[in-house]
């Protein structure tokens, strides 16, 4: 199913995924604030990739730059001078748009064939009434656009405490940059030999003319980057060494979001054109995925060739380059850059894990998170919360299984309440203590010590003892089979 941006939003702010930033003021220009459940997810997306392509791979390290770095950063990059927008202004209303999106708004109307008449008129549509087409400013519909003007996407501050030229500094506005000026610390420090990559989570900032469609675009966001490095003179299987390791890496981070759950029929891959190529690119692959709004870019891998290290060797003056011993001489390696945006896939993951679907006559709203994903891994839930025994066995069992996991406990409602509340969130199991685990003392019973686990997906059930419930859920959320664990502790018929 395809489900809409205000479903999501609705559900993000209802469970605690993700807030309006400062929204008591009315909310800032989008921003947003990760609450409970959203940092969990966030968190635990991020932990996944370093691990998956950090951790892992011998060929890879990490590193955590600064935000502000030395403003000839921005110079030697190009962003200073490229990384602009083309933006149009209502010489009426002030409002500012980019040059290239005013067709595509829809538009205010004041049609004189029916005495001034104000309409709304679909995004490059004419007017039904007299034919007209948009000529003023899309949202007032009465000022005139200015010609367009190149707008510096950079935030610009000042370090230190005086607000003068000299000390202006830019808040990054990608983490890229700080792994070709640390090339030669990394290099030298860790002693790497190419090819090999530097990777690096974390904020970035770019003042969008027009952010929207909720965490998609936004001010403030996460990213995700690596820069691998290639000696440009070998070749890899008969091929260039830039151009093999840049189709595995197109291929490699395909694989990864498949493994956490995007399904095929929502991902493809987008060749850029000559005309859209960033300055610094020979080639740029983009991961599209079909968003709530449609097709956009998820990630982007470019093939950046030396551009970045030779621009910042020549601003900075320092030698950048890789002694390759074989051929006993000094080159300047190629990079392949995958370069993705943390809330973008974490919107990913959220529309593609949303489903609704029938249970005995009721709607039930699931996300079918990975279970590595999933930002709550189990809830454990009493069955009566009047019976102590039970409250108490339950509470040791959430204690025990939250050393290894994000794991909650909840007695506000009747059971099946509890499940729905924890489906829609996308817990894969529920733990539930009855009285049977604990016996009833005043009968002199005493408990079978076993809970009941339930799986979000199936809805099954499997009756496991206490003490095996860290051992099966070190299986179940490491990918292990549901199947297997029902077979093996089947529940009461
Ligand atoms: N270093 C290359 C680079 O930054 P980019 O395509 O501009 O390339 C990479 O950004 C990724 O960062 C995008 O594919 C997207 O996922 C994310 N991203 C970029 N701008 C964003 C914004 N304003 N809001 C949220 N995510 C953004």
């Given at each position: 199913?395809?489900?809409?941006m205000d479903?999501?939003?609705?559900l ?15 909310g800032t ?7 409970p459940?959203?940092v ?6 991020k932990?996944?990739w370093?691990r998956?392509?950090v ?10 730059a ?8 921005w110079?030697?990059?190009g ?19 980019r040059?290239d999106d005013?067709d595509t708004l829809?538009?205010t109307?004041y ?8 309409f709304t008129?679909p995004?490059?549509e ?8 948009r000529t ?10 200015t ?10 501050t ?8 000299a000390?202006v500094?830019?808040?990054?506005p ?11 610390n990394v ?16 904020r970035?900032?770019?003042n ?13 966001f ?13 070749t ?7 151009e093999?390791?840049?189709d595995r890496?197109i291929?490699?981070?395909?694989a ?17 054109d000559?005309?859209e ?16 709004i ?5 990630m982007?891998?470019?093939?950046r060739?030396?551009f970045?290290l030779?621009?910042h060797a020549?601003f900075?003056?320092?030698?950048l380059?890789?002694f390759?011993?074989?051929?006993k001489?000094h ?5 392949v850059?995958?370069a ?5 896939a974490l919107?990913a ?19 079918r998170?990975h279970p590595?994903?999933?930002p709550?891994k ?6 009566l ?11 040791a069992?959430?204690?025990?299984l ?10 506000t ?11 829609e ?20 019973e005493?408990g079978?010590?076993?809970?009941t686990i ?5 809805m099954?059930q ?6 095996a419930l ?5 299986d179940?959320?490491s990918?292990?089979?549901?199947a297997?664990v ?8």
């Amino acid at each position: 199913m395809t489900v809409t941006m205000d479903t999501l939003v609705s559900l993000c702010k209802r469970r605690g995924f993700v807030f309006q930033s400062s929204e008591i003021y009315g909310g800032t220009g989008s921003c947003y604030d990760y609450g409970p459940l959203g940092v969990e997810l966030k968190n635990n997306l991020k932990r996944l990739w370093w691990r998956d392509f950090v951790q892992n791979r011998p060929d890879m390290v990490g590193i955590d730059a600064s935000i502000l770095m030395h403003p000839m950063v921005w110079k030697a990059s190009g962003h200073l001078e490229n990384f602009t927008d083309p933006m149009v202004d209502c010489r009426e209303c002030k409002l500012r748009f980019r040059a290239d999106d005013v067709d595509t708004l829809a538009w205010t109307h004041y049609c004189e064939a029916t005495k001034g008449n104000k309409f709304t008129i679909p995004a490059g549509e004419p007017c039904s009434h007299c034919g007209a087409r948009r000529t003023l400013c899309p949202d007032c519909g009465k000022g005139e656009l200015t010609p367009p003007r190149r707008f510096n996407l950079m935030f610009k501050t000042f370090m230190g405490p005086v607000e003068e030229e000299a000390s202006v500094a830019y808040l990054r506005p990608e983490t890229a940059q700080a792994m070709f000026v640390n090339f030669e610390n990394v290099l030298q420090s860790m002693r790497l030999k190419l090819p090999f990559g530097i990777a690096q989570a974390g904020r970035s900032f770019r003042n969008e003319i027009t952010p929207g469609n909720f965490i998609f675009r936004t001010r403030e966001f996460e990213q995700m980057e690596i820069e691998y490095f290639v000696n440009p003179r070998d070749t890899v299987e008969g091929r260039p060494a830039d151009e093999y390791w840049h189709d595995r890496w197109i291929a490699d981070c395909m694989a990864w979001f498949r493994r956490y759950g995007l399904r095929e029929e929502n991902l493809r891959l987008r060749e850029h054109d000559q005309s859209e190529l960033s300055h610094y690119s020979k080639r740029t692959v983009d991961i599209d995925y079909r968003f709530p709004i449609g097709w956009s870019e998820l990630m982007g891998i470019a093939n950046r060739t030396d551009f970045d290290l030779k621009q910042h060797a020549k601003f900075s003056g320092k030698s950048l380059t890789y002694f390759d011993e074989e051929r006993k001489e000094h080159i300047v390696p190629y990079v392949v850059e995958p370069a993705s945006g943390v809330d973008r896939a974490l919107l990913a993951f959220l529309a593609d894990a949303y489903t609704e679907e029938e249970v005995r006559g009721e709607k039930r709203v699931v996300l079918r998170f990975h279970p590595e994903l999933a930002p709550v891994k189990v809830a454990v839930l009493p069955l009566l919360k009047k019976r102590d025994e039970i409250v108490k066995a339950a509470h040791a069992i959430r204690a025990t299984l939250a050393r290894e996991w994000r794991v909650v406990y909840d007695d506000t409602a009747a059971i099946g309440r509890l499940y729905r509340r924890q489906d829609e969130v996308g817990t894969p199991y529920c733990v539930t203590v009855d009285v049977q685990t604990v016996g009833d003392s005043d009968k002199g019973e005493v408990g079978d010590g076993k809970v009941t686990i339930r799986d979000r997906d199936s809805m099954g059930q499997a009756r496991v003892p206490i003490e095996a419930l860290t051992g099966v859920f070190r299986d179940l959320l490491s990918g292990g089979d549901w199947a297997k664990v029902a077979s093996e502790f089947p529940a009461a018929k």
